[in-house]
Each structure stands twice: as structure tokens, then as C-alpha cells.
């Protein structure tokens, strides 16, 4: 069982930058793909950025393309989201993800995190 925790989440004013970090432990020999979403107050759940294990292949929603960049340390069995220019709609729960498969689906990925906080101020 691969359990995910993630850390980093903060408050941050408009424009600034804070990376999230997700410590993956367990047996993640098989994982392929790995990802972060998000669920604001009142909305559904979104897609953030996705990859595969490697890192090879990174993609991003629109609304986020250009501004976060997803990677990961191997020796330190980590997953980043390194999160620059916010914006107060940047505000939500944040959540990585990892499984068998790069999706954008949160049901694709087999394990996930308990999510960390992200506040934008304006």
C-alpha cells in the first residue's frame, strides 16, 4: 500500500510562489503516473498537472500552464508542485496523486494524499 503525504501548503499573497511536496513511501515499484489536483470551496474537484513517474510528459490545465511545474526526486521518492504567480482563484485544497496510469481522472490514479491547504490573498 503507498500512502502519500503532502506538505507546503500555506498562505501566500497574490503573485507569489510556495512549492507543494507529496512523500510517497511504500511499494511504488509498478507506479507510472503521478498527479495533483485541487477542490475549491463549492467546486468540483479539477485536474492540476500530470505526469508520468519519470517525469517525462508533464501536462497542465489551461488554467495553470505556465505558472506550476510538476517533477519528482527519485532519490527522495518525492512528487513537487512547484506553484509560481498565484492568484487568489488558485485557492483550494491541494492533492496529489500516483497509480498505474498518467491521467487527468481522479479515479485513475490507485493512491492518494489527504491534501494540503492553499491560500492566495489579493
Known amino acids: 500500500q503507498v500512502q502519500l503525504v503532502e506538505s507546503g501548503g500555506g498562505l501566500v499573497q497574490a503573485g507569489g510562489s510556495l512549492r507543494l511536496s507529496c512523500a510517497a513511501s511504500?511499494?511504488?515499484?509498478?507506479?507510472?503516473?503521478m498527479g495533483w489536483f485541487r477542490q475549491a470551496p463549492g467546486k468540483d474537484r479539477e485536474f492540476v498537472a500530470g505526469s508520468f513517474w519519470s517525469g517525462a510528459s508533464p501536462y497542465y490545465a489551461d488554467s495553470v500552464k505556465g505558472r506550476f511545474t510538476i517533477s519528482r526526486d527519485s532519490a527522495q521518492n518525492a512528487v513537487y508542485l512547484q506553484m509560481n504567480s498565484l492568484k487568489p482563484e488558485d485557492t483550494a485544497i491541494y492533492y496529489c496523486?500516483?497509480?498505474?496510469?498518467?491521467?487527468?481522472?481522479?479515479?485513475?490514479?490507485?493512491?492518494w494524499g489527504q491534501g494540503t491547504q492553499v491560500t492566495v490573498s489579493s
Open positions: 511504500g511499494p511504488t515499484a509498478s507506479t507510472n503516473g
Open positions: 496523486a500516483v497509480g498505474w496510469r498518467r491521467s487527468k481522472v481522479w479515479e485513475a490514479y490507485n493512491y
